[in-house]
């Protein structure tokens, strides 16, 4: 089954694929946003009882999929000790960075230069640091937060391919996550400097920064942007921005900062805000 899969998204025209989902998921167009909204929450057994507004009070499928959650649906760890998920999801890896690659599945790597855009200076600063890979189901709650508290310094949109996320294509896709379209956030807290990348996959129609609005998509060259010193700050729990439909966030942090969860793992179910690693 996994083999047609893999071989129709070689041969899908991505971009085209989610330009033309991206239409549909913003229509305002009552029929047609309504039998999308209702369609999606019956095939994805979507709990509802957590949003902050009920079915029928959407514009459109996207405003529906990057839904706000009702106050104190997730509550936050200690961010003074531990480092929190940034968002609802399972574990794909967890572990270190070594020799400059990040572990994808078994027997497969890439590196944090790649993901970062080929910057190989910055990748530097994450040698021996610890990463988390954290894969958002349709299903999922689609807002990404802060994993702990930070400055903003700057971003990087690299521009890419868009595979799917799944565990299906992480074991079968060289450099999924450093080969698909994404945007990297960088930031420097109390505990050093943290990047949290957002990676886009198949009809995913977009990304979203609290601080930029709305990421120019599907583009063919890197953007680098840089922020003044005070411009944008975040407390640990904070929103950061949100997906169009799915998608996968990784953390990457400077080594000697953080300890993960001894008792996290790949495949284990995270809700955001909860510690998955302490700091050092």
């Not at 949003?51 to 529906?64: I, K, Q, T, V």
């Not at 802060?146 to 079968?172: H, K, R, T, W």
């Not at 807290?189 to 601080?211: Q, Y």
Request: one cysteine or more; hydrophobic letters at 45%; a negative charge.
């Amino acid at each position: 089954m996994s083999r047609p899969f893999i071989a129709f998204q070689h041969l899908a025209p991505h971009h085209a694929v989610s330009r033309l989902a991206g239409r549909f998921a913003g229509s305002e167009t009552p029929w047609l946003r309504d039998r999308l909204i209702r369609l999606f929450v019956d095939a994805y057994d979507v709990d509802m009882s957590e949003a902050a507004r009920p079915l029928g009070e959407y514009a459109s499928f996207n405003d529906f999929f990057t839904r706000e959650l009702k106050p104190g649906a997730r509550p936050l760890a200690d961010a003074a000790t531990h480092v929190l998920s940034p968002a609802d999801g399972a574990v794909s890896q967890i572990g270190t960075v070594t020799e400059g690659r990040i572990f994808q599945a078994k027997g497969r790597h890439f590196t944090a230069a790649q993901l970062l855009g080929g910057d190989e200076d910055l990748a530097r600063r994450f040698e021996g640091g610890s990463f988390a890979t954290i894969y958002l189901s349709p299903k999922d709650y689609h807002r990404v937060h802060m994993p702990a508290a930070g400055e903003l310094l700057g971003s990087i949109y690299v521009p890419g391919d868009l595979f799917s996320v799944n565990q299906v294509n992480a074991e079968n896709v060289d450099d999924l996550f450093a080969r698909n379209e994404r945007l990297a956030c960088l930031f420097d807290g109390p505990h050093g400097m943290f990047a949290s990348v957002m990676v886009g996959a198949m009809i995913v129609a977009g990304i979203e920064t609290v601080w930029g609005g709305r990421e120019e998509a599907h583009a063919r060259t890197l953007r680098h942007r840089t922020y003044a010193d005070g411009e944008h700050e975040f407390a640990a729990g904070d929103e950061m921005g949100r997906f169009f439909l799915g998608s996968t966030v990784v953390l990457l942090f400077e080594p000697g900062r953080v300890e993960w969860d001894e008792g996290l793992a790949a495949g284990d179910t995270v809700r955001m805000g909860q510690a998955i690693g302490r700091w050092l």
